[in-house]
């Protein structure tokens, strides 16, 4: 039997706003704001801090089944992303 969710079009129209960081001068984010930040940990030697760099972002979709996924965009790549509700 074949899980539902899997697979399915979301059910709105597919976003054009694409995520390319923060305005540095704002800011705030260009398009619409992110669900969830995807960050790389990078370590500054001069400060020995970990500082974290914005490398991506993820938006909460609900499929027309009502099942929930995330688009996750990081550059160019564009992913879909699901929950792991396997037993």
């Not at 039997?1 to 697979?7: E, N």
């Not at 800011?27 to 260009?30: E, I, L, N, R």
């Given at each position: 039997?074949?899980?539902?969710?899997?697979?399915e079009m979301p059910e709105r129209e597919e976003r054009e706003t694409s995520f390319s960081g923060q305005d540095s001068a704002a800011?705030?984010?260009?398009g619409e704001k992110p669900d969830l930040r995807v960050v790389q940990v990078e370590y500054d030697s001069r400060l020995g801090k970990a500082v974290y760099k914005d490398v991506g972002?993820?938006?909460?979709?609900?499929?027309?089944?009502?099942?929930?996924?995330?688009?996750?965009?990081?550059?160019?790549?564009?992913?879909?992303?699901?929950p792991n509700n396997k037993d």
């Open positions: 039997m074949a899980k539902s969710g899997l697979g800011g705030k984010y260009v972002a993820m938006w909460r979709n609900v499929s027309k089944a009502g099942n929930e996924f995330y688009t996750m965009k990081i550059g160019k790549l564009k992913l879909l992303v699901f």
